[in-house]
T-cell receptor
């Protein structure tokens, strides 16, 4: 089955700096890769996603890159702000009709003012 | 659009009792819903995939007789934790896909979660 590895587990940056979180996946047939932001005790919120036929996607300060050959994808947050502090999860959609997500272990991002 | 609700948001029960958690898609039909469990400071672990009108598909290591899933309609799935024990205390989150949604086809919409505490 699919396995998703995520690094680092914790990341501390200064406000205004960039943050990068990396994930690798094992199943080359996986075709959808979302990133979620989760604040304590709340539901995961989709912040950006990418499909396997695209190499990069950007939405304001957030971007995701995908390298299908290497089976890894990364989240890039530029000009970080204290409100970006949260736990971020990457995920990969397992191929098949039901398309359930397999999550990475998460990265706790702390943005210091 | 694409809102998923869960009820209750919090529940405290005694060991040995059963607890039912509801997951509803409010403005779309969800033929497939997913149930996750999240322990403190850990990731979301998929427990089972719930299919409307048929049996759920459980992940390896998840006891189907302990975690009963019913998906009786296109907008409602329930998870019943039977004979709950303290080790079942966790954050349970459901999600659903809007397979008819053109813009949201890929996305999974998450419920707000249910915090279960078993004493």
């Amino acid at each position: 089955g699919e396995n998703v590895e995520q690094h680092p587990s914790t990341l501390s940056v200064q406000e205004g700096d960039s943050a990068v979180i990396k994930c690798t996946y094992s199943d080359s047939a996986s075709n959808y890769f979302p990133w979620y932001k989760q604040e304590l005790g709340k539901r995961p919120q989709l912040i950006i996603d990418i499909r396997s036929n695209v190499g990069e996607k950007k939405d304001q300060r957030i971007a995701v890159t995908l390298n299908k050959t290497a089976k890894h994808f990364s989240l890039h947050i530029t000009e970080t702000q204290p409100e970006d502090s949260a736990v971020y999860f990457c995920a990969a959609r397992r191929p098949g009709s039901q398309g359930n997500l397999i999550f990475g272990k998460g990265t706790k991002l702390s943005v210091k003012p | 659009g694409a809102v998923v609700s869960q009820h209750p948001s919090r529940v405290i029960c005694k060991s040995g009792t059963s607890v039912k958690i509801e997951c509803r898609s409010l403005d779309f039909q969800a033929t497939t819903m997913f149930w996750y469990r999240q322990f403190p400071k850990q990731s979301l672990m998929l427990m089972a995939t719930s299919n409307e009108g048929s049996k759920a598909t459980y992940e390896q290591g998840v006891e189907k007789d302990k975690f009963l899933i019913n998906h009786a309609s296109l907008t409602l799935s329930t998870l019943t934790v039977t004979s709950a024990h303290p080790e079942d205390s966790s954050f349970y989150i459901c999600s659903a896909r809007d397979l008819d949604g053109v813009l949201s086809y890929n996305e999974q919409f998450f419920g707000p979660g249910t915090r279960l505490t078993v004493l």
